[in-house]
């Protein structure tokens, strides 16, 4: 198996924590106010949420960058729908509504979550 378990920096875990539990209707494996793991129904990590600063980590240390530059956090998703419905209640940042994506041949839509990360959600 091989599987990839992102790690991004955050500047409140708890808040963004509970903003990703209510767009992507994960779960909290974790908890805390400097490490988050949250996971989706079948248990599988989808994304862990670290303090700024915390634990040393050279990545995480400078919160004048510019967070999610070079990265696209991209979720695959069944119901495409019920989390476009659980963005718009989130008042989120839209950068690109529900459309097709050419390339692709998926529907999808694009957001920034609090920390100004770039999300797809995609089906």
């Known amino acids: ?16 924590s509970e903003w990703y539990r209510q767009l992507l209707n994960c779960i909290s494996k974790h908890g805390g106010d400097t490490f988050e793991i949250l996971a989706d129904e079948d248990d599988t990590v ?13 990545t995480m240390t400078d919160t004048r960058v510019q967070p999610g530059n070079g990265l696209i956090l991209y979720f695959r998703v069944s119901e ?3 989390i476009w419905e659980n963005a718009k209640r989130l008042n989120v940042h839209v950068e690109a509504p529900p459309h097709l994506n050419t390339n692709s ?18 089906l």
């Not at 198996?1 to 963004?16: A, F």
């Not at 957001?111 to 995609?122: A, E, H, K, Q």
């Open 1 to 16: 198996m091989l599987r990839t378990e992102v790690i991004i920096g955050v500047k409140d875990v708890k808040k963004s």
């Open 46 to 58: 989808i994304l862990c949420l670290h303090k700024w600063g915390e634990h040393d980590h050279p």
């Open 80 to 82: 495409l729908d019920k």
């Open 105 to 122: 041949g998926q529907q999808e839509f694009s957001l920034r979550d609090m920390d100004g990360y770039y999300i797809t959600i995609s």
